[in-house]
């Protein structure tokens, strides 16, 4: 069973910057390919970025391109995710998931680890 671990969430101004981290257990972690998702309230959650097992391969929802950036430490079993000029709108519980397909995914369904979450507030 793999662990998944985020931390690094708070309240933040708009146009602010935080960076999210996620730690996942497991000794193949190098082959996972992990992804942030995120849910605001009310609403569905989605999908906001995707990384490879490498680290060689990153996607991202149109909403957070160019602001957001995707990265790993596979010595630390960790992902991060740095998100700078922060919108109201970015205001959700981020989530980070692991599958060991190591396939990219925009889909939840694919995935087979997720994290408890961790809350991101953005004001005006």
């Known amino acids: 069973q793999v662990q998944v671990v985020e931390s690094g969430g708070g309240l933040v101004q708009a146009g602010g910057s935080l960076r999210l981290s996620c730690t996942a257990s497991?000794?193949?972690?190098?082959?996972?390919?992990m992804a942030w998702f995120r849910q605001a309230p009310g609403k569905e959650r989605e999908f906001v970025s995707v990384?490879?097992?490498?680290?060689?391969?990153?996607r991202y929802a149109d909403s957070v391109k160019g602001r957001f950036t995707i990265s790993r430490d596979n010595a630390k079993n960790t992902v991060y995710l740095q998100m700078n000029s922060l919108k109201p709108e970015d205001t959700a519980v981020y989530y980070c998931?692991?599958?060991?397909?190591?396939?990219?995914?925009?889909?939840?369904?694919?995935?087979?680890?997720w994290g408890q979450g961790t809350q991101v507030t953005v004001s005006s």
């Open positions: 497991g000794r193949t972690f190098s082959s996972y390919a």
């Open positions: 998931a692991a599958q060991n397909s190591g396939i990219i995914s925009y889909r939840e369904v694919t995935y087979n680890y």
């Open positions: 990384i490879s097992g490498s680290g060689a391969i990153t």
